[in-house]
């Protein structure tokens, strides 16, 4: 009886024996596929087990890493250094385009600032207000918001260049020098003007009939 229960259990055994490595451990499958030595190993040398499949490191380790996309047809990818002179060439040319701007604001309205008593004349006529009568103050304050905008745009060119030959970015030191340059202008003018509040005042009209 025991004879025959033996042999009528063999199939049983058969069929739950693990094929092709099932029931293996990852180094057992890595030697019969003889792929021991590519597996990972960690800080002591020992090779490290291969995550279970279907966990997040195996699907890492599965997924290829992503490639850059390749350039459009007809375009050539700029090296790095390439690409800074590129951006250094832009900065410069901005720059050199605000300072010569600034420089045309400085010469173009110098005139108009030495004679500040007639600037402000015809703009207290626009006003409606009599004329200004402090002609020493005004050609005193003319000359120096000349020397004041000259000194500005001057500081502005020296502090320019001095980045761009180190290779700094310079494009916003002449945008700062024109606002410095506004404000330092109306504080002057605004100091002018309030020296002589009499001829602000508009005349009075004269009495109906």
Same mark, same amino acid.
């Given at each position: 009886?025991?004879?025959?229960?033996?042999?009528?259990?063999?199939? $049983? $055994?058969?069929?739950?024996?693990?094929? %092709?490595?099932?029931?293996?451990?990852?180094?057992?499958?890595?030697?019969?596929?003889?792929?021991?030595?590519?597996?990972?190993? $960690?800080?002591?040398?020992?090779?490290?087990?291969?995550? *279970?499949?279907?966990?997040?490191?195996?699907?890492?380790?599965?997924?290829?890493?992503?490639?850059?996309?390749?350039?459009?047809?007809?375009?050539? *990818?700029?090296?790095?250094?390439?690409?800074?002179?590129?951006?250094?060439?832009?900065?410069?040319?901005?720059?050199? /385009?605000?300072?010569?701007?600034?420089?045309?604001?400085?010469?173009?309205?110098?005139?108009?600032?030495?004679?500040?008593?007639?600037?402000?004349?015809?703009?207290?006529?626009?006003?409606?207000?009599?004329?200004?009568?402090?002609?020493?103050?005004?050609?005193?304050?003319?000359?120096?918001?000349?020397?004041?905008?000259?000194?500005?745009?001057?500081?502005? %060119?020296?502090?320019?260049?001095?980045?761009?030959?180190?290779?700094?970015?310079?494009?916003?030191?002449?945008? /700062?020098?024109?606002?410095?340059? %506004?404000?330092?202008?109306?504080?002057?003018?605004?100091? /002018?003007?309030?020296? $002589?509040?009499?001829?602000?005042?508009?005349?009075?009209?004269?009495?109906?009939?």
């Amino acid at each position: 009886m025991s004879e025959q229960r033996s042999e009528g259990n063999e199939p $049983d $055994d058969a069929a739950r024996r693990p094929e %092709f490595g099932a029931f293996a451990t990852p180094d057992e499958q890595a030697r019969r596929r003889g792929t021991a030595d590519q597996h990972e190993k $960690d800080a002591g040398g020992h090779a490290r087990p291969t995550p *279970p499949a279907g966990s997040k490191s195996a699907w890492r380790a599965a997924t290829p890493a992503k490639q850059p996309a390749p350039p459009l047809p007809g375009m050539v *990818p700029l090296a790095p250094n390439e690409r800074s002179e590129r951006n250094r060439r832009a900065d410069r040319f901005v720059a050199y /385009v605000l300072l010569a701007l600034g420089f045309l604001n400085v010469v173009s309205s110098a005139p108009a600032y030495l004679a500040l008593q007639s600037t402000l004349n015809m703009a207290y006529e626009q006003l409606g207000a009599g004329p200004f009568d402090n002609p020493e103050l005004a050609s005193a304050m003319g000359v120096a918001i000349v020397i004041v905008q000259a000194v500005i745009w001057v500081a502005t %060119f020296a502090l320019t260049l001095t980045r761009i030959r180190a290779g700094r970015l310079a494009w916003w030191v002449p945008v /700062v020098g024109a606002f410095v340059a %506004f404000i330092a202008l109306a504080v002057m003018l605004t100091v /002018v003007m309030a020296t $002589d509040v009499p001829s602000m005042t508009p005349a009075p009209s004269p009495p109906a009939g």
